[in-house]
């Protein structure tokens, strides 16, 4: 079987960027009797090292894949006609995407399916566009895509749940694939390179501090975190407390609220407690997980909540948002508040920072949790998900 695949969200930076690169890579290490091809719009699009039943398609674009696969993300139609006819041309079985948001039309009898991560854009969109027309584009994007689609793909039963009922879709016509985290997150030794790591970034081994990793986007609920941890260090018990936030904010196509953030620390005064690192690569991130009191993640939705299983794998205590798929995914591992409610975040977190046996149990069930999300056994699904959609 042909299977066409777009890649042109590999080198994305987001969630949906490692789901892609991550999900196959391990199908590619598994299944090596199809042949796949990658659909990019650059050379640079795909730049690991792929295996040889790959082969890349390169369509020439005008719109850079990285601002095509933001969730306002634009092509022109001879854009997205480049890219369509080089699936034509290449006569595919069936075609998969990675992500919704750089969908393109696929013509000719093709089986499609087509990932849709969560519907936070359809739930909150004065959180993810900055305009109105920004919003009619993707849901037009989006609408097109789902009615497209022979089978939808999703990475939760949550995003399940919410994508049949917002779209009204048959049960039958959406799977779940979960994600994983990396073998690079894991239980690290103190060493000089973690040390390395904290004090490029103003930290120390044994001063505590709160970790967050994700977009710097409204929808991550940031600024509720920043008012949390002010009647954090107002305590004398935990006035030391910093908080690290990991994530792109210079390069990322989608909406920032870095700016409002810096105001915000700057008003509150707490330019001293909050770092913002930018994108850093997985193995300081890990240091970082291996290094924290807690991860918190405060978001109003999620689709998944990668970051979750990552800090869990590395051993690190998670207190997360009550909302979408975080329940789902951390399980017992995880404690819980309210994201509209600063004060009832800023208890949970002390409560948790003040109780080293709690944050032990919540490590060791953490471990434990995190080992039942697998790359390799969401790539065997996927491959079922390819075969029973050709038979079919």
Wanted: net charge neutral; with cysteine.
């Amino acid at each position: 079987m042909r299977i066409g695949v777009d890649a042109c969200t590999w080198n994305n930076r987001r969630g949906f960027g490692r789901f892609t690169r991550e999900l196959l890579e391990a199908v590619l290490a598994d299944d090596k009797k199809n042949e796949y091809l990658f659909f990019v719009d650059s050379e640079s699009a795909v730049s690991d090292e792929l295996p040889a039943n790959v082969k890349t398609i390169i369509a020439h674009t005008q719109v850079s894949p990285m601002e095509a696969a933001s969730a306002s993300g634009r092509r022109s139609v001879k854009d997205l006609w480049s890219m369509s006819r080089e699936v034509l041309r290449h006569k595919i079985d069936l075609f998969f995407f990675p992500a919704v948001y750089s969908y393109f039309p696929v013509f000719n009898r093709t089986k499609i399916i087509v990932t849709v991560h969560d519907v936070i854009a359809d739930h909150h969109p004065e959180l993810v566009f900055p305009n109105s027309k920004l919003k009619m584009f993707w849901k037009l994007k989006q609408n097109i895509a789902i009615r497209q689609a022979h089978l939808i793909l999703t990475v939760s039963e949550y995003s399940k749940r919410e994508i049949i009922e917002y779209f009204k879709l048959p049960e039958s016509k959406v799977r779940v694939v979960s994600e994983a985290a990396r073998s690079v997150f894991s239980i690290l030794q103190p060493g000089s390179e973690i040390n390395q790591t904290l004090s490029r970034f103003g930290l120390e081994m044994d001063k505590e501090f709160l970790l967050y990793v994700g977009g710097i986007s409204p929808h991550k609920n940031l600024n509720a975190l920043i008012d949390a941890l002010q009647l954090i260090v107002s305590d004398a018990n935990f006035s030391s407390i910093k908080l690290v936030l990991v994530g792109d904010y210079k390069d990322d196509p989608f909406f920032s609220a870095y700016p409002s953030l810096k105001k915000q620390i700057d008003r509150l005064g707490l330019s001293d407690k909050v770092i913002f690192t930018g994108y850093i690569k997985d193995l300081e991130l890990a240091h970082l997980y291996n290094s924290t009191s807690l991860v918190v993640l405060p978001s109003f939705e999620e689709g998944f909540g990668l970051p979750a299983v990552e800090a869990m794998a590395c051993g690190a205590p998670v207190v997360a948002s009550n909302c979408g798929s975080l329940p789902e995914v951390l399980g017992k591992a995880g404690r819980f508040f309210d994201p509209t409610d600063t004060e009832n975040m800023a208890e949970i977190l002390k409560h948790v920072l003040g109780d080293h046996t709690l944050r032990k149990e919540m490590s060791q069930t953490g471990l434990a949790r995190a080992k039942e999300f697998l790359w390799n056994k969401a790539a065997k699904d996927m491959i079922v998900i390819f075969d029973e959609l050709k038979n079919n």
